[in-house]
């Protein structure tokens, strides 16, 4: 298994707080993404790095902002978490732009 | 954008039935598709891949998938379901225009009964 880990595994948060999630890998991959999954919507992405210091939004990227200060941590922050922000969010790594994604194993984010 | 669709939101199976999971594509150029599987609570695992070349895919667990450029296709298929298939299945494809991102279908749930 890809050295892929989330934290923390399962969150919960009241309306207002800010979060953040943490990815970390082990496997010194270029590319690093975060997508939240909820029914019905199957998997959609928040924001991708390309490498450290860059970054980039996705197709649900508003109140979402990350950071990438080393190659193996990307952080998603929440600023002011909203009840539409529970979902479940899950960090993929990928060696090269196009390769095979390698997902961890995700955190349940409750907002109340 | 490069999008996929999968058009069957449940499938039920008998164990020991052949089992085909629908997905069609959109992009002009050749797509990189992958399947992938999701058991309850757990993260997405890879099950087969196509970039290019042999158009039918060897993936794990016995799966296999064929690229049909025709019908804008790549169907996931298994000759004979296992009740430990019981899982919900993505399709998804490279969007190149967002950092090779994946574009997911929004997934098949398969239940298997004895």
């Known amino acids: 298994d890809a050295g892929i880990t989330q934290s923390p595994r399962h969150k919960v948060t009241e309306t207002g707080t800010p979060v953040t999630l943490r990815c970390h890998q082990t496997?010194?991959?270029?590319?690093m993404y975060w997508y939240r999954q909820d029914p019905g919507h199957g998997l959609r992405l928040i924001h991708y790095?390309?490498?450290?210091?860059?970054?980039d939004k996705g197709e649900v990227s508003d109140g979402y902002s990350v950071s990438r200060s080393k190659t193996e941590d990307f952080l998603l922050t929440l600023e002011s978490a909203t009840s539409s922000q529970t979902s479940v969010y899950f960090c993929?790594?990928?060696?090269?732009?196009?390769?095979?994604?390698?997902f961890g194993a995700g955190t349940r984010l409750s907002v109340l | 954008a490069q999008s996929v669709t999968q058009p069957d939101i449940h499938i039920t199976v008998s164990e020991g039935a052949s089992l085909e999971l629908r997905c069609n594509y959109s992009?002009?150029?050749?797509?990189?598709l992958f399947w992938y599987v999701q058991s309850p609570g757990q993260g997405l695992q890879l099950l087969l891949k196509?970039?290019?070349?042999?158009?039918l895919v060897q993936g794990i667990k016995g799966f296999e998938a064929e690229f049909k450029r025709s019908q804008s296709s790549f169907n996931l298929r298994k000759p004979s379901v296992h009740w430990s298939d019981a899982a919900e299945y993505f399709c998804?494809?490279?969007?190149?225009?967002?950092?090779?991102?994946?574009?997911f279908g929004k997934g098949t749930s398969l239940l298997v009964t004895p």
């Open positions: 998804a494809v490279v969007n190149s225009n967002s950092g090779y991102a994946l574009n």
């Open positions: 992009y002009g150029a050749t797509p990189y």
């Open positions: 993929a790594i990928s060696e090269f732009g196009g390769d095979i994604q390698y």
């Open positions: 790095s390309y490498g450290v210091k860059d970054t």
């Open positions: 496997e010194n991959h270029r590319y």
């Open positions: 196509y970039f290019s070349g042999d158009t």
